[in-house]
């Protein structure tokens, strides 16, 4: 039977609704194919900062480096200065841990209704690959004097060939397994040092994959062919604030933030890659237990997938699409419907244990 050690961050808000869920899954689907999961829950994140007066301990890191993945929730709380979460956790973890893709499948799945009216299934089925530890969220600058008149603040984008080089290497060989085709999300007309020098950098990877087909698109005609033409795109190769952004656009285009899962994936797996829902902890409705579970659940997926668990991976998005397609099945309430965050759960894990998918 094979092992996995699985390290569980629910992180705040929603978070701590969602990961339980996408816990009962995991361990639905482990029965089946006969994986041996051992999950620690660790209790980090805002709350765990407003408790203790730290996100996570100081052994966080080396506590995480010994288990073969990281399941992650979500972490903020309207109590809590907002820089500081990221930096603390999410930011810390990808960093440390050479997280520098940022794999989010964008798809949107039968039966769901895109707001695109005209969009159906086969249309939206693209990938944004974040840079994921450098550009314009390296965290590199400074605030000088910001209470006087003469107040400055400058923040700077990192581009690095090895950065970009290693990101690109990654989108290329993911577009061979797909459509063949990636886009390069830049602003390189604009932003004529930082992402010129990442446009020709990616130039240069393309040469070792001339058989994948390449395009340049600047951000801001991005945006508009995510909603226009989202079946024009295959792999979207992108920097991490650009896809940040667009990622938040692709799950408005798949019908729910809710719906959306993430992946950071250290390729050369010299560290445990992270996996989460792209939403964050959304206080709104946390504690009502209405978030939809799927995001999350399927970002489980994408870990056993990481984990060379591709059958077990693929039972969990067929039970994903089982649940969305019962029309007299819960649904969730983002998605229109009424059921809870734990009906949600229970029904992809009952569709597991059935052998339903
Ligand atoms: P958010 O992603 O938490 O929520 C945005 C909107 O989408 C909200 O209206 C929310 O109710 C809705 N939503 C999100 N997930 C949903 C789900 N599973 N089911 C149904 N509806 C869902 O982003 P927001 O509101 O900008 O940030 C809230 C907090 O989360 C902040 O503290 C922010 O910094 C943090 N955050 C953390 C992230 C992380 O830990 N990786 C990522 C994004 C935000
Ligand atoms: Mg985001």
Known sequence: MKQYRIAAIPGDGIGKEVIPEGLKVLRAVAAQEELDLEIETFPWGAEHYLQTGE????????KLESFDAIYFGGVGHPDVDDSLPGKHCTF??????QQYVNLRPIRLLPDVQSPLRDKRAEDIDFVIIRENVEGEFAGVGGIINPDRPDGLAIQT????????????HYAFELARTRRGKLTNVTK???LTYGLLYWDRVIEEVHQSYLDVEYEKLYVDAA??????????????????????ILSDLGG???GSLGLAPSGNINPERQFPSMFEPIHGSAPDIAGRGIANPLATI???????????????????????????????????VDLG?????IEIGDAVAQRLSQGGA
């Open 55 to 62: 996100f996570m301990p100081a052994d966080a890191l080396i």
């Open 92 to 97: 810390r973890v990808r960093k440390a841990f």
């Open 157 to 168: 984008g990192v581009f690095t060939r090895r950065g970009v080089e290693r990101v690109a």
């Open 188 to 190: 390189s007309n604009a």
């Open 223 to 244: 945006a508009m062919n995510f909603v226009l033409h989202p079946e024009r795109f295959d792999v979207t190769l992108t920097t991490n604030l650009f896809g940040d």
């Open 252 to 254: 408005a285009l798949i």
């Open 298 to 332: 399927w970002s489980g997926a994408l870990m056993l997938e990481h984990l060379g668990e591709g059958v077990a991976a693929q039972r969990i998005l067929g039970s994903i699409m089982a649940v969305l397609q019962d029309k007299d099945g819960p649904r969730p």
């Open 337 to 341: 419907g009424k059921a809870t965050t």
